[in-house]
């Protein structure tokens, strides 16, 4: 007899990161890595040949009997991906979005919330049929092809820690373990926790680490104590300084200006742009551009609004390089 099983949601999705070329942070095995556990599922919004022409994985978790949608923090931008011939679409993206709103409804979902890349239609669309936009900023370089353009962008504070402070300095790695415990110390200096766990972060490593996608820089100096570190990631398109961490006992030390002119060269070395993934305005004194982004809620429910609201007030404490 014939196996006429229909392919789940996430097979579908899982082939379609074979076969397309999906943004990082929308792969399956990035948004597997970084559920930490929790159940994630994608819908899918097809065409009238019943292609898939649109998908938005997501996290789904409850509050008591009440369902909601969200993102890790160790996702920076996703919500949901179009196929190329419909991104240029706002009537498309309107489709799509009312699609991914109906299928939501079916599934009671009380809370919704994601954030979106940069240059994207779909918040404006999921705008127009009762959803809230909201604004973010995050500082990127575009163009690191020329290392010595790039420097010439730094302000003069920052050139000249670089120059002058940083001659004895190593650049080199560490493991996942090792970075893990080094941002920890940092934190702490602060009296401070992460907001990620180090199981998350360790299983994020080991697949990126395998796809030959990630990579920690560390900045150490002359006793090879180290002062500042990176985890960078990284697609066909750009480059994320997702994490970054340093010593606050030295502020001064160069290490930051260091650090952050290294990242830049390994973006440089594997011909990309660099999003430092922050909203912090002291990146331009690095030539670095604000660009914004949208996030996108829906709320049905007041105790999820303010389960929510209190943990972007708990999450400002941490605050990145």
């Known amino acids: 007899m014939e196996n006429t099983k229909q392919p789940t949601s996430k097979e579908e999705f899982s082939h379609l990161c074979q076969t397309e070329e999906l943004p990082l942070f929308l792969q399956d095995w990035w ?24 998908m938005m994985p997501y996290i789904e978790d409850k509050h008591l009997w009440r369902k909601f949608i969200h993102m890790s923090g160790l996702c920076p931008y996703g919500g949901v991906w179009m196929r190329d011939d419909w991104q240029d679409s706002f009537d498309a993206a309107t489709a799509v979005a009312r699609e991914m709103h109906e299928q939501m409804e079916k599934m009671n979902i009380a809370y919704y919330e994601q ?4 240059d994207n239609h779909l918040p404006t669309a999921f705008e127009s049929i009762g959803y809230r936009k ?64 180090r199981e998350t972060f360790l299983v994020l490593w080991e697949k990126s680490q395998a796809r030959e996608q ?29 994490l970054n961490c340093y010593v606050h006992s030295d ?45 996108v809620r829906r709320s049905r429910s007041a105790i999820i609004s303010l389960l929510f609201l209190n943990k972007r007030i708990k999450s400002l404490h941490y605050k990145k390089l």
Not at 115 to 118: E, H, K, N, S
Not at 146 to 175: C, H, I, P, W
């Open 31 to 54: 948004i597997h890595a970084v559920s930490a556990g929790l159940n994630w599922d994608v819908l899918l919004a097809r065409d009238s040949d019943n292609h898939i022409c649109a």
């Open 115 to 118: 954030r979106f890349f940069p």
């Open 134 to 197: 909201l604004d973010r900023s995050t500082y990127i370089i575009e163009d690191t092809s020329d290392l010595n353009a790039v420097l010439n962008r730094f302000s003069k504070n920052k050139r000249r820690k670089l120059e002058k402070k940083t001659l004895t300095y190593q650049v080199g790695t560490m493991t996942g373990e090792e970075f893990y415990q080094f941002h920890a110390m940092c934190n702490a200096e602060k009296n401070k926790e992460l907001w990620y766990t």
């Open 214 to 242: 990630s990579k920690i820089i560390c900045i150490r100096d002359a006793q090879n104590e180290p002062l500042a570190a990176a985890f960078v990631v990284w697609d066909k398109k750009m480059s994320y300084q997702l």
């Open 251 to 295: 502020k001064d030390n160069g290490a930051r200006e260091k650090l952050t002119f290294e990242v830049l060269r390994f973006a440089s070395s594997i011909g990309l742009g660099v999003d430092f993934v922050s909203n912090r305005n002291y990146l331009r004194n690095y030539g670095a551009e604000r660009k914004t982004y949208a996030l």
